[in-house]
């Protein structure tokens, strides 16, 4: 088993910049691939980024690309997303995963884990 805890959402206005933060702990090995998923208020669940464990190939949603960046920090089994010039329509809770599997998927199906989310909201 591996259990996932998210941390530093928060509040920030558009075009402002924000980290969360994802730690991993119990079987980490496990944990081949880690990824961010995102979800708003009356929408479903969407995927963000992911990124192997090695960090050698990272995945991301078009509508991040280029301004959010995902990465691990191999030491603590952590995994961040830095997110930059943040819109509004980014507001959501953002859910950490982790999959067993070797590739990162962009379906919420392939994850085995799930941590409880953290809180984003981007003012206008």
């Known amino acids: 088993q591996v259990q996932l805890a998210e941390s530093g959402g928060g509040l920030v206005q558009a075009g402002g910049s924000l980290s969360v933060s994802c730690t991993a702990s119990?079987?980490?090995?496990?944990?081949?691939?880690m990824g961010w998923f995102r979800q708003a208020p009356g929408k479903e669940r969407e995927f963000v980024a992911a990124?192997?464990?090695?960090?050698?190939?990272?995945r991301y949603a078009d509508f991040v690309k280029g301004r959010f960046t995902i990465s691990r920090g191999y030491a603590d089994s952590t995994m961040y997303l830095q997110m930059d010039s943040l819109k509004p329509e980014d507001t959501a809770v953002y859910y950490c995963?982790?999959?067993?599997?070797?590739?990162?998927?962009?379906?919420?199906?392939?994850?085995?884990?799930w941590g409880r989310g953290t809180q984003v909201t981007v003012s206008s």
């Open positions: 995963a982790a999959d067993r599997d070797s590739l990162p998927s962009a379906s919420d199906a392939a994850y085995d884990y």
């Open positions: 119990g079987q980490t090995f496990s944990a081949r691939v």
């Open positions: 990124i192997t464990w090695n960090g050698a190939t990272t």
